[in-house]
Nanobody, 124 residues
Framework: QVQLVESGGGLVQAGGSLRLSCAAS????????MGWFRQAPGKDRDAVAA????????YYADSVKGRFTISRDNAKNTLYLQMNSLKPEDTAVYYC?????????????????WGQGTQVTVSS
């Protein structure tokens, strides 16, 4: 079965950085669109960033453009999210997700697979 296991979350001060990782198994990682979503308390789960199977295409939510970078290592079946200049409003549970269509402007539909999530807390 498909497993997506996130790591790298934690507590950081505003302005700091974190790098999330997602180890994937049970799917053809090198041929699958991957991405990160997040959900803050009392809010919907929103797309943060997405990357095509060959990394040629990416999507970023407006709120993270210029601060977050999504990348992947197909040899290691691992997805990353480098988060810089973190803000308190970035506080959320971050979920790794797989297999969904997207454009540079938006995520088109929900992912087929989800990880369990990792908490990111940014203090002011």
């Amino acid at each position: 079965q498909v497993q997506l296991v996130e790591s790298g979350g934690g507590l950081v001060q505003a302005g700091g950085s974190l790098r999330l990782s997602c180890a994937a198994s049970g799917l053809t990682f090198s041929g699958t669109t991957m991405g990160w979503f997040r959900q803050a308390p009392g809010k919907d789960r929103d797309a943060v960033a997405a990357i095509s199977w060959n990394a040629d295409n990416t999507y970023y939510a407006d709120s993270v453009k210029g601060r977050f970078t999504i990348s992947r290592d197909n040899a290691k079946n691992t997805l990353y999210l480098q988060m810089n200049s973190l803000k308190p409003e970035d506080t959320a549970v971050y979920y790794c997700a797989a297999s969904f269509p997207f454009t540079r402007a938006r995520v088109v539909s929900n992912p087929a697979y989800w990880g369990q999530g990792t908490q990111v807390t940014v203090s002011s």
